[in-house]
């Protein structure tokens, strides 16, 4: 049966041994009390509610599917149960502001329970999931009617809140949208226009929602820079029409191939009432701050996925007997037959699942430490720095993670053979629901095009410079003989990403596409740089720690060595994709594929 163990070993790992979370966080005004216990205690309970609460929702919630029942979205049994005690207990509130009634805890402490809803029941916590953006987003830049009208139903859960970006005809190019604000002589803002594919856009959840939407003001310039942004409540919360409903409605919902659970709505404005979120035309930096919220999310939730698909394939692989093994202890050696597990390529599926799983969580909670840094620390220069940071691993993290939650998926599939390809054993779920990660929130290509063309080229490499000092730092403090080849391998690649920036920067002056093309690429390099320097510093903590958890630290020092072996040399591939495109440039031979795409 499919199932699901909050991995709190390897979570405690990575937080307490690697990053000493506690100590960090403690540093920070606001988190003096944040120690080991209640780090432990808040894990702990997350982890409960994940898997006795939302995993038993999630094969159910598949096969049902929300319905649209006269213009009303019908949730599937159990998620709005499931919500409420969600909110009795607080986690909406976690990492939010205490005068807004917030718990004030970090966003690291969030980002682990995200990993967990998400490992659970990915359809459902895309409900919650939209709330912490939208906190952020009227936190920081809405005005103080707005912030104290909506903030503490949005902290305590009481309502949802949706991103209503996508249009018909503008999905990754929101410049094109069309949706229109005209003002009113109350000072709100008249909505009216078509969203597409609105997650939440409708639900028997909560009593209201709440949309944040973008849409064009009457002189608004043409493309990106004239848009704008509003809150939109379904129901009003307050004036004259306290308790009508908006203008704003459900048309239709999408079936798709995953998410099930999800409503995926059409939503209508017809001259609906919103209210103005930061300054006109200015919407696009507004709504950034939910995206990025939801970015550093989507990616945990391809780590949450990846994380039960292996736990689930090596059950399985443990206890499907297949064909004898080569190799035999002697106990087995009358048997018939062996588990899976004893065959060296189902070992290579494992295993690879495992090192990206565990190489993800490294990642994704170092840069959830960066959050509460840029956030919380005392000094404004260390705050830039860390968030410069942080803006550097994003769009690595929505889609390095995403991409490899849907590897992930594939791979435990594999191992469950026929039967992972059938529905009953629940793999084939999970690789369904995890796709959609891959598109949404800026797809992955447009996040490979962010990283190359305005986190490293635009800065000409600063920031991913800082990136390469720190992994160099790391590579010279070690020095165990174990980690000769790898240190050898990662400084190599270090050293090839600071030539090759330069001259993509400077191949794109030529030839402005072809940074473009090779985006892809450049995103994986960096990614496997940094996880590749986070296994780096994993084998040397756990050297160091081997002889209290001796299986433990073995295991993760193996799983290291397995990331050295089998998995970074993609990089070496990608590399050789990416000078051979240089030296086709330099050559005169620079090839955009568009005539050869015309041609039938
Ligand atoms: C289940 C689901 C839930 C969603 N939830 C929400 C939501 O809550 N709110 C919301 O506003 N939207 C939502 N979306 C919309 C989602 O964000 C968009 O689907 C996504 O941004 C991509 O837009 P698109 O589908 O129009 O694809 P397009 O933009 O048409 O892209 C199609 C392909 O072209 C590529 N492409 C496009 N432009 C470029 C470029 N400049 N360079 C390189 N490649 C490019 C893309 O990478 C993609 O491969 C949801 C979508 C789905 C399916």
């Not at 980002?111 to 659970?120: G, I, K």
């Not at 493309?223 to 908006?246: E, W, Y």
């Not at 720190?470 to 080849?485: N, Y």
Request: aromatic share 8%; proline share 5%; hydrophobic share 40%.
């Amino acid at each position: 049966m499919f199932q699901y163990q909050p991995p709190l070993k390897d979570i405690n790992f990575v937080l307490a041994d690697m990053f000493q979370a506690a100590d960090v966080l403690q540093q920070y005004p606001g988190f003096v009390d944040v120690d080991h216990a209640l780090i432990q205690q808040v894990i702990e309970e997350a982890g409960r509610f994940a898997s006795e609460v939302l995993f038993p929702l999630n094969a159910t919630a598949d096969a049902k599917g929300s319905a649209l029942d006269n213009g009303r979205v019908i949730t599937p049994q159990g998620y709005a149960q499931a919500y409420h005690q969600f909110c009795e207990a607080g986690w909406p509130a976690l990492a939010c502001d205490p005068d807004y009634g917030g718990q004030g805890l970090p966003h690291t402490l969030n980002s682990v329970l995200y990993e967990m809803l998400n490992a659970t029941n990915l359809a459902w916590t895309m409900f919650p999931g939209l709330l912490h953006g939208a906190y952020s987003c009227i936190h920081r830049y809405a005005s103080d009617h707005i912030k104290n009208t909506y903030l503490p139903k949005i902290v305590s859960g009481e309502w949802l809140a949706t991103m209503c970006l996508t249009e018909p005809h503008a999905g990754s190019d929101l410049g094109l949208l069309r949706t229109k604000a005209i003002p009113n002589d109350d000072g709100s803002y008249q909505i009216t226009g078509t969203k597409i594919f609105i997650s939440g856009g409708d639900q028997d959840i909560t009593d209201n929602i709440v949309h944040l939407v973008l849409a064009r003001l009457p002189d608004a310039p043409a493309g990106s820079k004239g848009i704008s942004l509003f809150v939109v409540p379904k129901i009003f919360p307050d004036g004259d029409r306290a308790g009508q409903h908006n203008a704003v409605t459900c048309t239709g919902l999408e079936h798709k191939m995953g998410i099930h659970g999800s409503p995926t709505c059409t939503m209508q404005f017809e001259e609906a009432t919103g209210w103005l979120v930061g300054e006109p035309h200015r919407g696009l930096a507004a709504m950034f701050v939910m995206m990025n919220s939801a970015r550093l999310q989507v990616g945990i939730g391809g780590l949450g996925i990846a994380e039960t698909a292996y736990q689930n394939a090596l059950i399985y692989a443990n206890e499907r007997l297949q064909s004898r093994a080569v190799m035999r202890p002697e106990h087995r050696k009358t048997e018939a037959a062996d588990p899976i597990v004893m065959h060296p390529p189902v070992q290579r599926l494992l295993m690879t699942q495992r090192a990206w799983v565990e190489g993800c969580r490294m990642l994704a909670y170092y840069s959830a430490l960066l959050l509460d840094g840029a956030e919380h620390h005392p000094d404004e220069a260390q705050r830039k720095a860390l968030d410069e940071q942080l803006a550097l691993l994003t769009p690595i993290i929505k889609a390095l993670m995403t991409d490899q939650g849907f590897a992930g998926a594939s791979q435990a599939l594999q191992v469950y053979g026929g039967h992972g390809y059938v529905c009953e054993t629940g793999i084939e779920q999970y690789m369904r629901d995890v796709r959609i990660t891959m598109i949404y929130e800026g797809t992955n290509e447009i996040q490979a095009i962010d990283l190359l063309m305005r986190k490293i080229l635009a800065d000409n490499g600063k920031r991913l410079g800082m990136l390469l000092d720190d992994i160099e730092q790391t590579i010279a403090e070690t020095t165990h003989e174990s980690l000769a080849s790898a240190t050898t391998a990662l400084l190599a690649l270090t050293r090839t990403l600071r030539t090759l920036i330069p001259e993509i920067g400077q191949a794109g002056l030529s030839y402005p596409d072809l940074p473009h093309q090779i985006a892809p690429e450049v995103l994986r390099l960096v990614g496997h740089c940094a996880i590749a320097w986070l296994w780096l510093k994993a084998a040397n903590v756990a050297r160091t720690l081997q002889d209290k958890d001796p299986d433990f630290y073995l295991a993760k020092q193996t799983t290291a060595q397995y990331y050295f072996t089998f998995v970074l040399p993609e990089s070496q591939q990608l590399i050789t994709v990416i000078k051979q495109c240089l030296a086709n440039a330099k050559a005169g031979q620079h090839q955009n594929y568009q005539t050869v795409l015309s041609v039938q």
